[in-house]
């Protein structure tokens, strides 16, 4: 089993551009999560998807959309980047929601200039 | 303030001594995490626990939901040890429910 994969693992946009960033799980979990991390601040949830064919805004979505392909893939995109949203980006899955043990992927490195 | 808090943001320890990172939290919760992060950048989960103390291989996790505090213990500590270890507590009211992270403490380990 692969996990939580995540594609790509780094990109450079520049500002205006548009991009998505991909992620998918093989452990058939229900629940998956987009997280941005920046120095020094915690995890920091975007949206989220409980089930399949649900999405659900966290706790910085704006300038983000978020697309729930079927039960395996998540997709977040970046309609028009900003240099605020350079970051580290982190898809996660879990079984019975977000109380319950998220599995990461390796994360995306998204630089805007 | 933030409504979850590690203790301490950094530490630097030689191999083999035991080591204590402390989280507290303001707010009612029904579950607290804790999950390390490599210098690689990957995260791995290590515990999820809502009572008592879990323990797994040279981890132990306590938490005293009275005190709204938890301790992450690592004993015959070891290089590979060397990461940032994040708390999250979970959060459920009424049909609202989120999670809220800690800042992370980054562990050294030295040879």
């Known amino acids: 089993n692969a996990g939580v994969t995540q594609t790509p693992k780094f990109q450079v946009l520049k500002t205006g551009q548009s991009m998505t960033l991909q992620c998918a799980q093989d452990?058939?979990?229900?629940?998956m999560y987009w997280y941005r991390q920046d120095p020094g601040m915690g995890l920091r949830l975007i949206y989220y998807?409980?089930?399949?064919?649900?999405?659900d805004k966290g706790e910085v979505p704006n300038g983000y959309n978020v697309s729930r392909l079927n039960k395996r893939e998540f997709s977040l995109r970046l309609e028009s980047a900003a240099p605020s949203q350079t970051s580290v980006y982190f898809c996660?899955?879990?079984?019975?929601?977000?109380?319950?043990?998220?599995?990461f992927g390796p994360g995306t490195r998204l630089t805007v200039t | 303030k933030n409504e979850v808090e590690q203790s301490p943001q950094n530490l630097t320890a030689q191999e083999g001594e035991f080591i204590t990172i402390n989280c507290s939290y303001s707010?009612?919760?029904?579950?607290l995490h804790w999950l390390q992060q490599h210098p690689g950048g990957g995260i791995v989960s290590l515990f999820m626990?809502?009572?008592?103390?879990k323990k797994h291989g040279r981890l132990i996790a306590t938490i005293n939901i009275q005190e709204k505090h938890s301790s992450l213990h690592i004993t015959a500590s070891h290089p590979r040890d060397s990461a940032v270890y994040i708390c999250?507590?979970?959060?459920?009211?009424?049909?609202?429910?989120?999670?809220?992270w800690g800042a992370g403490t980054k562990l050294i380990i030295k040879p």
């Open positions: 996660a899955s879990s079984d019975r929601g977000l109380g319950y043990e998220q599995y």
């Open positions: 452990m058939n979990h229900n629940s």
């Open positions: 626990l809502s009572s008592g103390k």
């Open positions: 999250a507590v979970f959060q459920r009211m009424d049909s609202n429910y989120q999670l809220i």
């Open positions: 998807s409980a089930s399949e064919g649900t999405t």
């Open positions: 707010v009612g919760i029904s579950a």
